[in-house]
C-alpha cells in the first residue's frame, strides 16, 4: 500500500486513488474538484488548503478558515516562501503575511502545516519558536540537507521531510536526506502534475511506484518494509486514523 505525501489532484486528469494521498489546492476551483474527487476515495484522499506563496492568495483567507472550522480539509498547505526567482522574491511581503495567517490558523485548529520552501530556508527557522506550536509541519519536496533538516528537527519542530522525482533525477541533497534522516521522518510524493523528468509533459501520480522504488534502493531495504514505514508516517504526521489499509 503506497501512499503519495504531496499532489494537486485537481490538475491530474481522470484521476483514480490507488494509495492514501494528500492533495493540496490553492483555489476555490481547485478545491471543489478535489473535494469531489476525495468524496469518492474510501478515505484515500485527504485534502488540504493554502495560500501557495507564488499566489499568494490573501482574498482566501476566510474562505481557508470556513473549511477548517467545517472540518472539510485536515491540513493547511501549501504555504511558505518561494525565492526562486527576482520575479517571485519581490513578493516577499505577500509571502510573509499569507504564510503567518496560514501558519496561525494551522496552530489554532491544530492541524499539520504543508510548507513549501525554495530559497527561504532561513525564514524557516526565523519562524521556529511558532512551527514548533503545530501539530506537525510536513516540508514538501524539501530541497536543502540532510544537516538542514535536522538542525529543523534540534528546534523542536515536529517536521516531516518529503521527496520525490529529484530523487530520480539524482539530486545529490533529497539522496543525502533521505539516506541520512530517520525513517521515521520521511515522506513520499510525486507533486503531480508537476516536477517532470527531462522529455515529460507532466507527472503521473502513479510514478510514486518509481519514487519508492528509488527510495529502497537509496535505503538497502525492500518495498513491503518501506510501505509499512512510510504509510505509518503519513498518518501520524497528518493525524489520521489508520484507515483502510487493506
Known sequence: MLCDSHLHIAECENFVPAHFC??????????????EIASKSSGKVLCAFGLHPQKPLLENVDFLESLLIKKRIVAVGETGFDFFTPELKSCAAQQKKAFEVCLELATEHKVPLVIHDRKALDLAFYYSSALKKCASVVFHSFAFTARDAVSILNHRINAYFSFGKPLLNGNKKSIGCVKELPLERILLETDAPYQTL?????????????????????????????????LKNFFTAFNVAEINCS
Open 22 to 35: 494528500c492533495s493540496c489546492a490553492h483555489s476555490k476551483e481547485e478545491f471543489f474538484i478535489q473535494e
Open 198 to 230: 527531462k522529455g515529460e509533459e507532466k507527472t503521473s501520480p502513479l510514478q510514486i511506484k518509481q519514487v519508492y522504488e528509488k527510495t529502497c534502493e537509496i535505503r538497502s531495504m525492500n518495498m513491503e518494509e518501506l510501505e509499512n514505514c512510510v
